[in-house]
Every structure is written in C-alpha cells, then in structure tokens.
C-alpha cells in the first residue's frame, strides 16, 4: 500500500487553519499581512500555529476557548509555522527575546510583545492550564 503523505499533510494543515479560522483569527500568510496587523494600536493575540500533534491539539482549543472568556485582545491572528514560513518568520522577529516555538501565543500591545506562551508551556499540560495562562494575561493587557 502506498500512502500519499502530502495529500495527509495537507489535509491536516487545512483541518488545522480552518479550526483557528473558525475560532475568529485572521490568517496572516505575508509579511506584509504582518506589519499591516502589528500597527494596529491595542492588543493582538498572535497564535503560531502548527501540525503538531499534541500541542496542536492543546494550542488550537485554548485558542478558542480562552478568547470567549471575560477580557480579551482587541485583534485575533495566526500565523503558520511550516507552511507560511515568510510570515511567520517575519511575525518572530517582533518577539524578542523569545526562541522559535510552535505552537505557541503571543500577545502584543501597540506592537511591542508583551508575553508568551511557548510550545514548552503547551506541550504535555492540560488543555485549562494553557486557557488560564492566556486568561491571566488578557487580564493584564487587555484593558
């Protein structure tokens, strides 16, 4: 039996895009998408999208979940990490200070990272665990 592999890969990567789409993030798929969404004043929740199994499949739910909840960014927006590599590198190099990771969320003010929630983070906890760190940080910049 051959497996087609891409046909697998892409499918999941559009399972993938769609559940964030659905979840009211805006795809940024240039660096041009970038810099026009970062100059927005207020704060926007970045989320670094990514196949990966298990952290994906904590990242996208608390990606939902977190912003239906109190205080919440002004903007939603994703980046994907392998498929949209200009973007998504373009989108890190505003996160200084922070390391490559995917999945991952940060969070922006005025275009100027305030926090992150790396792979590391997301990776091996419980999906509430990864909600609440990005409900705790709305509370403190999303006012």
């Known amino acids: 039996m051959n497996l087609n592999f891409n046909f697998f890969m892409n499918d999941a990567v559009e399972a993938a895009r769609q559940e964030i789409v659905e979840a009211g993030y805006i795809q940024l798929t240039t660096p041009d998408d970038v810099d026009k969404a970062f100059a927005t004043s207020g704060t926007t929740l970045v ?50 200070g922070y390391p490559p990771s995917s999945p991952s969320f940060a969070l922006m003010k005025d275009g100027e990272i305030q926090m992150m929630v790396q792979r590391h983070e997301i990776e091996g906890h419980e999906p509430m665990e990864v909600v609440n760190k990005l409900i705790d940080a709305f509370n403190t910049y999303c006012k």
Request: hydrophobic share 35%; with cysteine; proline share 4%.
């Open 47 to 96: 989320m670094i999208n990514s196949v990966c199994g298990c952290a994906g499949g904590i990242a996208r739910p608390a990606a939902s979940y977190s912003v239906k909840q109190g205080a919440r960014p002004d903007q939603l927006v994703t980046v994907f990490a392998g498929q949209d590599k200009e973007a998504t590198e373009h989108a890190r190099s505003y996160f200084t």
